[in-house]
């Protein structure tokens, strides 16, 4: 299974819905939602049911979730400090 992210993209405010309940609407369509914010889901479906979920919440852009991973920083090192000059 896959993870997608879920963003409100509609024009009215989410709370001022017809009602719906989008998880609700997420875990009928067969998928798990993992995490939720107020115009956000993260959810974990197979590509079917991503499908379907498209269909089903037209409002909403889906997305597949990216992982950025952190750059390889180089360690900082101690130079060691010149002995016998002083200025």
Do not use: C, F
Not at 29 to 57: C, F, Y
């Amino acid at each position: 299974m896959s993870r997608y992210v879920l963003r409100y993209a509609g024009t009215t405010p989410r709370h001022a819905e017809s009602g719906v309940d989008t998880a609700e609407v997420v875990v009928r369509a067969g998928a798990k939602v993992i995490d939720d914010a107020p115009d956000m889901l993260l959810v974990e479906a197979s590509a079917r049911v991503a499908r379907n979920l498209e269909h089903l919440l037209p409002e909403w852009q889906m997305n597949a979730e990216a992982m950025t991973p952190l750059p390889a920083v180089p360690r900082p090192s101690v130079r060691a400090a010149a002995r016998g000059r002083r200025r």
